[in-house]
């Protein structure tokens, strides 16, 4: 059972031609959708691709929560053990992408009604027995309010105890709070999924494989680096895989780490050559790309094989 932990979140993604949006202008939407956002991707392409998974969190017991739990049971995902808060509200992204498939984010932290934050700061007692059986736990570094990240680390610290593989994207992080926390969770990560510039916050080091080498000094197993459409960089203490990325036309970007990350996981626990675990992660990504949207619209195995088999790697699937 791989767990995702936190940042259960909905998306509302639309579609437009260009930007800027200007004040009292009339701009077209031509795609829009409501749905599961967040770590939920990653929740749902790992369910995709045959893992069983537990998303564990906080909502709302609000519309939007209601969706989230809905489009979570759509796609096989447990979602049992998720706290639905009567004080809360979900929290929802904006999700605004133009013709350049590059998306804009404005995010609705979802706090109490009473505005005094969630009331989720520390494990469950009914969590813990779950983490320490898990088969891996995920988390990324986004948390809506500062005692999610206690929270996070105190679910790493219960897993790696346990000898569960842990897996990190620490993402860009909300602004709204501080993110050291990202460091200390980095460190108890097995393996540690971060863009450059992510990767270069985190290790003070703006060469990627030094900084990567430096991050598994610090207590990763393995160090993924997420370079877009240049594919990736994955590192072991053992051995560097500069994996190239898979030249497809770029539709929309949203939610094509979060694919790769489920791509890793899945090829992580199935134990994949760090060759094979880089050419599944960027085909994953490419499959996303190629799609409007996130949440249901994230790639199926069936989209990934056929990008795998146009370029000639028909064995991994």
């Known amino acids: 059972m791989l767990i995702v932990l936190g940042d259960l979140i909905i998306d509302l993604s639309l579609r437009i031609p260009s930007f800027p949006v200007q004040a009292q202008d009339l701009t077209p939407v031509t795609y ?52 639905v808060n009567p004080e809360a509200r979900t929290p929802v992204a904006g999700v605004i992408v133009d013709e350049s ?8 932290s979802g706090e109490t009604k ?22 891996a736990l995920f988390a990324d570094g986004w948390v809506e309010y500062t005692g999610a990240a206690a929270l996070i680390l105190e679910a790493f610290r219960l897993a790696r105890a346990a000898g569960v593989p842990t897996f990190f994207d620490p ?4 602004p709204a709070i501080d993110n050291s926390w990202h460091r200390e969770t980095a460190a108890l990560a097995t393996v540690l999924l ?10 003070g080091l703006a060469d990627p494989l030094a900084s990567a080498r430096k991050l598994l000094a610090n207590g990763s197993s393995l160090v993924v680096i997420k370079r877009s459409a240049a594919g990736c960089l994955l590192v072991t203490a053992e051995a560097v895989e500069i994996s190239p990325g898979f030249p497809v036309e770029a539709r929309d970007a949203t939610g094509a780490g ?20 880089g050419t599944l992660a960027n085909a994953t990504g490419a499959a996303k790309v190629q799609k ?26």
């Open 194 to 203: 971060a863009t450059e510039a992510e990767a270069r916050r985190l290790s």
């Open 101 to 108: 498939g590059e998306p804009a984010y404005l995010g609705y």
């Open 292 to 317: 409007l949207g996130t949440g249901h619209n994230l790639p199926t195995v069936a989209e990934v094989k056929a990008v795998l088999e146009r370029f000639g790697k028909t064995k991994l699937l």
């Open 258 to 277: 979060d694919s790769l990350d489920a791509a890793v996981v899945y090829g992580y626990l199935e134990g994949l050559s760090l060759p094979a675990l």
């Open 171 to 174: 993402g860009p992080g909300n």
């Open 114 to 135: 009473s505005g005094s934050g969630h009331l989720l700061v520390a494990l469950p007692s009914a969590w813990q027995p779950l983490l320490g059986r898990a088969q």
């Open 32 to 83: 829009l959708d409501l749905g599961p956002g967040g770590a939920t991707n990653i929740a749902i392409v790992a369910a995709r691709f045959g893992l069983p998974v537990t998303c564990l969190g906080e909502i709302g017991d609000d519309r939007f929560g209601a969706l989230l739990l809905a489009g979570l049971r759509q796609e096989g995902i447990d979602v049992a053990h998720i706290v």
